[in-house]
């Protein structure tokens, strides 16, 4: 069966950059697992211990966690190929943080803490793959935590928006809707909406649709500095 993904396996972070035919030569000395997950179902829990590398080959999943009042709130949504949890294999504490869930039907090749050891000591393009990913999540989870540290939603849609500019066209188009950036926000969808409104009266922003347009970008950034 893993042969039938060998194809879509090397496209993921951890095995770029090595072949086809190399990585079956590896995975020939170890045993590997794919597991299929149907929409809505729980892969990892939070707390729950990471004994595998996750490797997301096909569909999408969500990260969330549940904060002390009982409200999900959204990390994010990952698009295979993808690395999941790579941060939290090693390390004295090696627990999920987060609830990882699958959003669409769903393939996940594992590999053990053990044989990815292995695989990292026969091949070093797959060990500076994974210092790779881990540094990149580790700057993700950083950048995150800052972004969770801000209070009012105002604040949060200045920080998103501002993420989304690109060098200095003024005029933003958002990856997702109201109902993903509510979540995303962990915010109720007319909070958000009343929120962006308030905004938009304010001659801070212009919003038609998914486009955002930014009438007063110092404005937007002092909201960040208060």
Do not use: W
């Amino acid at each position: 069966m893993i042969e039938e993904f060998i194809s879509k396996i090397v496209t993921t972070p951890v095995f770029a950059g090595i072949s086809e035919g190399e990585l079956l030569g590896l995975l020939a000395k170890h045993n590997c697992q794919i597991r299929q997950f149907s929409p809505d179902t729980m892969i990892m829990q939070s707390g729950e211990e990471v004994n595998n590398l996750l490797l997301l080959i096909e569909g999408t999943v969500k990260g969330e966690m549940i904060d002390f009042s009982g409200k999900t709130i959204k990390i994010e949504d990952i698009d295979a190929p993808a690395v999941l949890a790579s941060a939290f294999i090693f390390g004295r504490k090696s627990a999920s943080p987060v609830n990882i869930v699958s959003v669409t039907d769903t393939r996940i090749f594992t590999v053990s803490r053990e044989t990815l050891v292995a695989m990292m000591q026969d091949n070093k393009r797959i060990l500076i793959n994974f210092l790779n990913s881990i540094s990149s999540r580790s700057q993700f989870l950083a950048a995150k935590i800052r972004f969770l540290g801000f209070k009012t939603i105002r604040e949060k849609i200045a920080h998103y928006i501002l993420a989304q500019m690109k060098h200095d066209v003024h005029t933003v188009e958002l990856p997702v809707g109201q109902k993903e950036l509510s979540e995303l926000f962990g915010v109720a969808r007319p909070s958000l909406a009343r929120a962006l409104g308030e905004m938009e009266k304010d001659g801070l922003i212009q919003v038609h649709r998914r486009e955002i347009r930014i009438v007063n970008k110092d404005t937007l950034a002092e909201l960040l500095r208060t």
